[in-house]
């Protein structure tokens, strides 16, 4: 695609629930990276893939939060027993290869509203 | 620990002027920084970057200026337009290890008056 992809935009779930975003990163892009960036913040790093291999995930913010990426294309953010303190802009980041000055592109980001 | 941050959170200019965005980094180990520019309801948008053994880059109406003396970077934005009006982010972007890891500064906000 032309661009990252990320579904779904908007997400409403009840505390205790578990919720699933999806991210298509650019094609061809060996880097993936997750962010989490609440209201009025700068986005925070949560993990980081090399295609299928997640070389960093020291973000997460406990073991609720899981990522994957298993075919090193489409990677998921899984949040079990959703909690208040989630609710954030899920971002989604992709770049060609891992060198340092290859641009880091975003998504639209998916909105988690936990109530 | 280390962290980037900006000096002022909101800034107001006219439309046409320039303007000037600030940020402070501490992480003397850091050796690129970029800009990003985020739009309500949209994701960061790459603006320019820049390494640590440069100290100025321009690209198109912007100027981005490193001065590794005092850990200081500066986004120049130049005849400012009604569609610069966004939060600014300033990001230093680290490789450690098998990591690749970009750490974002808290953003200032950027208004546009006509």
């Known amino acids: 695609g032309a661009g990252v992809s990320q579904s779904p935009r908007y997400k409403v779930a009840k505390r205790g629930q578990d919720v699933a975003l999806r991210c298509d990163p650019i094609s061809g892009h060996v880097s993936l990276f997750w962010y989490q960036q609440a209201l009025g913040q700068g986005p925070e790093f949560l993990t980081y893939f090399q295609n299928e291999a997640q070389l960093d995930k020291s973000g997460l913010p406990s073991d609720r939060f899981f990522a994957e990426r298993p075919e090193g294309s489409v990677s998921t953010l899984k949040i079990q027993r959703t909690q208040q303190e989630d609710s954030a802009v899920y971002l989604c980041?992709?770049?060609?290869?891992?060198?340092?000055?290859?641009?880091?592109?975003f998504g639209e980001g998916s909105w988690l509203t936990v109530v | 620990g280390e962290s980037v941050g900006l000096h002022l959170p909101t800034l107001s200019v006219q439309e046409g002027d320039n303007s000037i965005i600030n940020c402070a980094y501490s992480?003397?180990?850091?050796?690129?920084f970029i800009w990003y520019k985020q739009e309500s309801g949209k994701g960061p948008q790459f603006i320019i970057d820049i390494r640590s053994n440069m100290d100025k880059r321009q690209g198109q109406r912007v100027t981005v200026l490193l001065n590794k003396t005092v850990k200081h970077l500066s986004l120049q934005i130049a005849a400012t337009q009604p569609g610069d009006s966004a939060v600014y982010f300033c990001a230093e972007r680290v490789l450690t290890g098998g990591g690749n890891k970009l750490t974002f500064g808290t953003g200032t906000q950027l208004k546009v008056e006509l």
């Open positions: 992480n003397s180990a850091s050796d690129y």
């Open positions: 980041a992709s770049s060609l290869h891992r060198g340092i000055s290859n641009t880091i592109y």
